[in-house]
């Protein structure tokens, strides 16, 4: 049983991984993945009843990240449907390159703190059509967005669906994962800055044509900044309301989604129904990626399976014995997180090792989310951001290879060396 949920899992993994040139949606790969495994440990185990039970217990613990992920997401959609993002970018304004890079990668770094690093690569991205004309520029700055938006996810429990999975597992507080991973995610963006920013020095911004690209408003100005701030209060408040109740992240945000929902509506319940039907929360429903959410749920369920037939804890056994230091397999999950999705390997992180060993906010779990972050910058396929930023602007993945994943690799290597020495002189 134990060859049959190994090789099944490898198949699945690999499918994901391959999900372009297979022309087969990830989601459907993990799903089947997690329907086999299930499948076959059920038939393999002495009771079934058992396993329902596990299966109950895996449940729960993905449903708490799939409904902190739909609201979460629904929120975003609702600022971006009202424009609310406008509030930040429209004072993104130089007139030379390299002070627009520092501008665009702290915002995009911060952003993704508040927000996630996907959206805020969709937003930044969609920017820079409007603040560049010329297209080598463009991508340049698409690929340091990328850099800047896994970095910034890193170091707060909204940033990452990683450091989400960490935080609603029990292996994160938030207040710790900020103070322990901010210089190391900071680092790992502003060493490729500060190398990008010399090549650029002198260079002037050419602007697109006055008209191209304009933004067009949806909302008025007073809807555009209520629901943005709004938005951005209910996702920052729920690691406080996490830690004053003791309820579970999720809860949070479908509170804060529930008083979102109806101040949207309140506020333009007086429009005609075709005026208002793109800025309500139903709209915003309808727009966020499901198959994302699928995907989480498909994976989660199939890591589960390993981790209850004890896969997972043997292998952390086995790279314990051969590689043997703690921190440099964290940075080679770091590093494959580059060439596969880092959500499973996360996951099966969670399962490899027991809190018992490693309690919360431990070495383990806090360099694993620095790692799992930002590791993903290396290659374009390595992260959500890096693949958005591929649709939108149509990077190729031998250029990002060749301009934009040395700065990502140096980044990430000097962030892990500041954390492990930080670490070291704190503890």
């Not at 991984?17 to 790969?29: G, V």
Request: hydrophobic residues 55%; glycine residues 10%.
């Amino acid at each position: 049983m134990i060859t049959a949920l190994v090789v099944v899992f490898v198949v699945a993994y690999a499918a994901i991984a391959l999900e372009h040139p297979l022309k087969i949606n990830k989601s459907a790969s993990a799903l089947i993945g997690a329907g086999l495994l299930w499948t076959i440990y059920a038939l393999g185990a002495d009771k079934q009843s058992m396993v329902s039970a596990e299966l109950g217990e895996s449940l729960m613990g993905t449903a708490q990240i799939v409904f902190f992920l739909i609201g979460a997401m629904t929120i975003v959609e609702m600022v971006d449907a009202h424009d609310g993002f406008y509030v930040i970018t429209s004072r993104i304004r130089t007139a030379k390159l390299a002070t627009l890079m520092w501008l665009v990668g702290f915002v995009t770094f911060f952003m993704s703190a508040i927000l996630d690093n996907l959206t805020t690569t969709i937003v930044m991205v969609s920017l820079m059509k409007k603040l560049l004309d010329k297209q080598d520029d463009r991508l340049f700055f698409a690929g340091i967005i990328v850099i800047a938006a896994n970095a910034g996810g890193a170091w707060t429990p909204i940033g990452d669906v990683t450091t989400t999975m960490l935080w609603i597992g029990g292996q994160i507080t938030s207040l710790s994962i900020m103070k322990s991973v901010f210089l190391a995610s900071a680092v790992s963006l502003l060493v490729p800055l500060a190398i990008t920013a010399r090549t650029l020095k002198g260079r002037d911004v050419i602007a697109p044509p006055r008209n191209a690209g304009g933004i067009t408003c949806k909302a008025s100005h007073f809807e555009r900044s209520l629901m943005f701030y709004l938005g951005l209060g209910v996702l920052v408040l729920v690691p406080l309301f996490k830690g004053v109740t003791g309820l579970p992240p999720f809860m949070g945000i479908l509170f804060g989604l529930g008083v979102l929902w109806a101040v949207g509506d309140f506020m333009h319940r007086g429009k005609p129904d075709d005026d208002k039907e793109h800025l309500t929360l139903v709209r915003a429903l309808t727009n966020i990626d499901m198959a994302s959410i699928v995907f989480f749920i498909g994976i989660l369920l199939a890591v589960a399976t390993l981790e209850h037939t004890h896969i997972l804890s043997n292998l952390a056994q086995a790279l314990d014995q051969t590689v043997g230091r703690l921190d440099v397999i964290v940075i080679i999950i770091g590093l494959v997180s580059a060439i596969v999705d880092n959500v499973p390997l996360v996951a099966a992180s969670m399962g490899m090792y027991n809190m018992a060993q490693h309690p919360t906010d431990s070495f383990l779990w806090e360099f694993i989310a620095y790692c799992a972050g930002t590791g993903g910058s290396i290659l374009i396929i390595g992260s959500a951001a890096g693949v958005a930023a591929m649709g939108l602007e149509k990077i190729s993945f031998g250029w990002y290879l060749r301009k934009i994943s040395w700065l990502a690799l140096i980044g990430y290597l000097c962030g892990a060396m500041v954390y492990i020495v930080q670490y070291n002189l704190t503890h």
